[in-house]
Structure formats: structure tokens, C-alpha cells
């Protein structure tokens, strides 16, 4: 019998990026559905969302599971999941991280990134009129897609919005996280070079006992090469 996937996207992207892989789940005799995060479509009003929007959205998805769903998280969806789950857990039946955060507790997403880096973002959403960080080309081109062609940067950069810094600075709760009883999986694509290497291995080891699965690809491997990350995702509930 077939799994249902919920699939959370991570900073400055939409569900849009699961689309593929959604695609080749189906193809694979599953569900997958892959809900838009408040402040991510293009036209959203971003100057209001903050970080219980987005936990919230999640717990309406999986409230409204029919059977626990296997419930996955990209990039900075990690500590999302972290703290929807707890409020949750009987709508779970496996988490899975993809290249996902996955955060102390009392920390936030701006605690483990570069001061440059994240003073710099700070400082752009500042200036923007709806406090969000836009797009930055460079990094997306260099670092999330270091190791992809070209055409598939423009084609990712086309779609991505500007990202509600809250996402970003606001430190989690992570004490509910650790006394969840749910099954964990870390699905990692080993081209990454988004951060330093060992850096999502490190954090994954506060998961505890949890499925490893090592897949190829970028942080972007989701858009560019989604057959293999649904592999990814299908041999970490196996």
C-alpha cells in the first residue's frame, strides 16, 4: 500500500519545487502533496508572516490527514518540522530531512550561518519595504547550485520570492522536539556546498536514532534532479 507524503519547502521557495518529485512519487504507487508556506507565493503580502505562520500551516496540512503521513522537510524546513511535530504526532508516521537545518534549542537559523552572511541578509531585509530578504543570485548560483548547469539556475532563480526574515532569526523551542516517539530519517545530497562539509551530518546527530540515506546532487537536487531524491525519500521509509 502506498505512503502519503507531505513535502515542506524550505526559505525562498514555494511547493512549486516539489513538483518532480512529487511526479516520480505518484509514478512509484504514492500520494504527495506540497503546500505553499505563507509569504511564498508571488503575491503574498510578506511584511506579516512570522514564524507561527508557518508552523501553523503545517499543522493544518497534517490535522487534516485522513492517516499518518510521512512528513518531509527541505533546507531551512528542518526546524519547522521540529516544531510542528510535537503538536502533531499521532498525524506522523516517519520525519524525513532532506539538506535540512536542524537547530539547537534557543537557536534560530542565523546562529549557524556565517556573521557576514547573515548580517548581510539582515541588513537587506531592513532596507526592503516588507522586511523580507530577496533572492541572492550569487548564492544561489554558488553555493545551493554550485555543481548544476546554468540553465537550471535561471530556470530555479525565476521562481523564487523574497523570504520573511522571521524564518530566519527567531530562536525554536526544540525541548517538545526531543521527546517525540516518531521514526526520523536524513536524506543528505552530497554535492551540497550551501554550508561547510560535515555541517548537516553534525546537526542531523541530535536526531539520535534515525535512517541515513546519502543521495548525489546539489541543496537544489529536489528541482534538478528529482527521480533521485524521490529514491532518496523512498529508501529512507523502507
Given at each position: 500500500?502506498?505512503?502519503?507524503?507531505?513535502?515542506?519547502?524550505?526559505?525562498?521557495?514555494?511547493?512549486?519545487?516539489?513538483?518532480?518529485?512529487?511526479?516520480?512519487?505518484?509514478?512509484?504507487?504514492?500520494?504527495?502533496?506540497?503546500?505553499?508556506?505563507?509569504?511564498?507565493?508571488?503575491?503574498?503580502?510578506?511584511?506579516?508572516?512570522?514564524?507561527?505562520?508557518?508552523?501553523?500551516?503545517?499543522?493544518?496540512?497534517?490535522?487534516?490527514?485522513?492517516?499518518?503521513?510521512?512528513?518531509?522537510?527541505?533546507?531551512?524546513?528542518?526546524?519547522?518540522?521540529?516544531?510542528?511535530?510535537?503538536?502533531?504526532?499521532?498525524?506522523?508516521?516517519?520525519?524525513?530531512f532532506l539538506n535540512a537545518f536542524i537547530l539547537p534549542d534557543k537557536t534560530c537559523q542565523f546562529d549557524l550561518v556565517p556573521p557576514e552572511a547573515s548580517e548581510g541578509m539582515t541588513a537587506a531585509a531592513m532596507a526592503s519595504p516588507d522586511r523580507s530578504v530577496p533572492v541572492i543570485e550569487d548564492f544561489v548560483r554558488g553555493a545551493l547550485m554550485a555543481t548544476e548547469p546554468v540553465e537550471m539556475q535561471n530556470a530555479l532563480l525565476e521562481r523564487l520570492v523574497p523570504q520573511p526574515l522571521a524564518l530566519f532569526t527567531t530562536k525554536i523551542d526544540a525541548a517538545p522536539f526531543q521527546s517525540v516517539a516518531i521514526p526520523k530519517a536524513v536524506v543528505f545530497s552530497r554535492e551540497d556546498a550551501s554550508l561547510p562539509p560535515g555541517a548537516f551530518m553534525g546537526m542531523a546527530q541530535s536526531l539520535g536514532e534515525h535512517r541515513f540515506v546519502e543521495i548525489d546532487g546539489s541543496h537544489e537536487a529536489l528541482f534538478t534532479n528529482p527521480a533521485v531524491v524521490a529514491k532518496g525519500l523512498l529508501d529512507a521509509i523502507a
Open positions: 500500500m502506498g505512503k502519503h507524503f507531505v513535502l515542506i519547502h524550505g526559505a525562498w521557495h514555494g511547493g512549486w519545487c516539489w513538483d518532480g518529485v512529487i511526479a516520480e512519487l505518484e509514478k512509484a504507487g504514492h500520494t504527495a502533496e506540497a503546500p505553499t508556506m505563507p509569504g511564498h507565493n508571488p503575491d503574498d503580502d510578506r511584511s506579516t508572516v512570522e514564524f507561527g505562520d508557518y508552523v501553523q500551516a503545517i499543522v493544518d496540512v497534517m490535522q487534516r490527514q485522513p492517516e499518518p503521513a510521512v512528513l518531509v522537510g527541505h533546507s531551512s524546513a528542518g526546524f519547522l518540522l521540529m516544531s510542528a511535530a510535537p503538536k502533531v504526532p499521532d498525524k506522523i508516521a516517519q520525519l524525513i
